[in-house]
């Protein structure tokens, strides 16, 4: 057992993010000695979303995994993919009817990695109890990994922080995305799990969580319908870096990135 390290990066905005991440994740990834890097890649189709064009392209660009969140089945392109690929998965709290799987397993310096990635239901769509779906997918794959990690897509932090406290020192590493926005608060939990609210995004710099700054402005001026498009120009990516020992699946470090 060994000392692993995992590169988590928010919410892919845009083609610009996909890009970006194709000319920079590599370099990142050997700065910070990563070996397990894994994007949420919510929003990086046109229009929201995940095709399958722009998921091929995030894992020719380093991304080992794929996480998800609420906009998972817009493009029926990736419906595909989420069926027959370990290196993407949609949230463990959908029906068991919908395509694709909600966590999967992968093998990092001999380390058995179990990623999992759930949905908040505050504020959100009413789906399964998100502290009972993760239980459930712990109690299912027992055995057959070492160190399990967490991606809550959900818009509240309390949610976030209840769900990262409850499986304290059950699982190694949990975050959240969806808000965009990276929280100041990347700490270890007191019984190990490494935890930080929020990862951010990757995504425009000049724009409000992504958009256009103009379109948004005007809907919560004007409440008129208002065309959402991701701006071109200087792309960022956050996310954070967190350090686990396998042998005791406790996290030694949660570091925030961005690049
Ligand atoms: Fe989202």
């Given at each position: 057992?060994?000392?692993?390290?995992?590169?988590?990066?928010?919410?892919?905005?845009?083609?610009?993010?996909?890009?970006y991440l194709e000319s920079n994740l590599r370099r990142k990834i050997s700065e910070c000695g990563a070996d397990l890097t894994v994007v949420n890649a919510e929003n990086a189709a046109?229009?929201?979303g995940l095709d399958a064009d722009s998921a091929r392209a995030l894992w020719g660009a380093g991304a080992d995994v794929l996480t998800s969140g609420n906009h998972v089945f817009r493009h029926s392109t990736l419906h595909g993919l989420l069926e027959d690929s370990g290196k993407l998965i949609r949230p463990l709290n959908y029906s068991s009817e919908c395509p694709g799987n909600g966590h999967t397993i992968v093998t990092v310096k001999g380390v058995r990695v179990l990623i999992?990635?759930?949905?908040?239901?505050?504020?959100?769509?009413?789906?399964?109890?998100?502290?009972?779906?993760?239980?459930?997918?712990?109690?299912?794959?027992?055995?057959?990994y070492d160190v399990a990690i967490l991606d809550i897509h959900a818009e509240?932090?309390?949610?976030?922080?209840a769900l990262a406290r409850y499986f304290d020192g059950r699982i190694s590493a949990v975050w959240g995305t969806h808000t965009h926005v990276q929280t100041a608060d990347a700490r270890i939990l007191p019984r190990g799990t490494g935890f930080i609210t929020d990862l951010g995004m990757c995504g425009p710099t000049d724009s409000i969580l992504?958009?256009?700054?103009?379109?948004?402005?005007?809907?919560?001026?004007?409440?008129?319908?208002?065309?959402?498009?991701?701006?071109d120009g200087r792309v960022s990516a956050t996310g954070a870096l967190f350090t686990v020992d396998s042998a005791t699946g406790r996290a030694t470090g949660v570091e925030p990135i961005a690049f």
């Open positions: 057992m060994s000392i692993i390290k995992i590169l988590a990066l928010g919410d892919v905005v845009g083609q610009g993010a996909v890009r046109i229009g929201n999992m990635n759930v949905l908040g239901v505050v504020y959100g769509d009413q789906l399964n109890c998100p502290f009972e779906a993760v239980e459930r997918a712990l109690k299912r794959e027992k055995g057959g509240t932090t309390s949610e976030k922080a992504g958009v256009d700054s103009r379109s948004i402005i005007n809907k919560l001026r004007l409440h008129m319908p208002q065309k959402f498009t991701v701006p």
